[in-house]
C-alpha cells in the first residue's frame, strides 16, 4: 500500500508540474459513505470546445483516512483511496456560486488487514466504476457530491479552497 501511495504521488507531483497556468488546484475534506474521512487533492483544468463554453476536465484523489474497525477478537484495519478523473459541465452562474454537473470514472483501492485471535491475513481489490455528481464554486471555496457506480460505490462529499 505504502509503495502504491508513492508512486502515486509522484506521478501526481510530475503532473501538477506540468500543468498549464489557467489550472486551478484544489485541496478539502472528503466523507465517503463506506470509507468515511479523507483528504483530497486535485486539479482543474478549462478545457475549449467550440459548442460547450464553460467545459473543465479535473482530476483528483482522496485518500481516506485509514480505520480499525471488528467484533472482539478480531481486528480489521482498512485503508482505502481513489483517483477520479471528471468531466464538469457548467448548469448556471447564480450570482456568486457556480453550479456544475459532473461525470467521469473512478479507480478505487481497497486493501483490509484482519488479526482475529492472534490470526493475521489480508486482502485487497481495486476496481473501475463511473462518477456522476455536481458541485458548486463560491469563490475559492467549492463543494462537490458525487455518487460512484462500480469502485468504491459510495457517495463521496468534498468541501475545500481552490487556486
Do not use: C, W
Not at 477478537?73 to 464538469?88: L, P, Q
Amino acid at each position: 500500500m505504502t509503495r502504491s501511495l508513492s508512486i502515486l504521488l509522484v506521478l501526481l507531483a510530475f503532473g501538477v508540474l506540468a500543468l498549464p497556468s489557467n489550472a486551478q488546484f484544489r485541496v478539502g475534506a472528503a466523507y465517503g459513505t463506506e470509507a468515511e474521512l479523507g483528504v483530497a487533492a486535485g486539479f482543474q483544468l478549462p478545457f475549449s470546445l467550440d459548442s460547450v463554453e464553460g467545459l473543465s476536465f479535473g482530476v483528483d484523489g482522496i485518500f481516506y483516512i485509514p480505520r480499525s474497525e471488528g467484533p472482539s477478537g478480531a481486528e480489521v484495519d482498512i485503508t482505502a483511496f481513489e483517483v477520479n478523473g471528471n468531466a464538469h459541465y457548467p448548469l448556471t452562474d447564480a450570482g456568486s456560486g457556480k453550479v456544475y454537473a459532473l461525470a467521469g470514472l473512478q479507480y478505487a483501492y481497497v486493501k483490509a488487514d484482519v488479526t482475529v485471535f492472534g490470526i493475521s491475513g489480508s486482502a485487497s481489490d481495486s476496481q473501475v466504476g463511473l462518477n456522476l455528481g455536481g458541485g458548486i464554486n463560491f469563490g475559492m471555496l467549492f463543494g462537490e457530491a458525487k455518487y460512484s457506480l462500480g469502485g468504491m460505490e459510495q457517495l463521496a462529499l468534498t468541501v475545500g479552497v481552490s487556486f
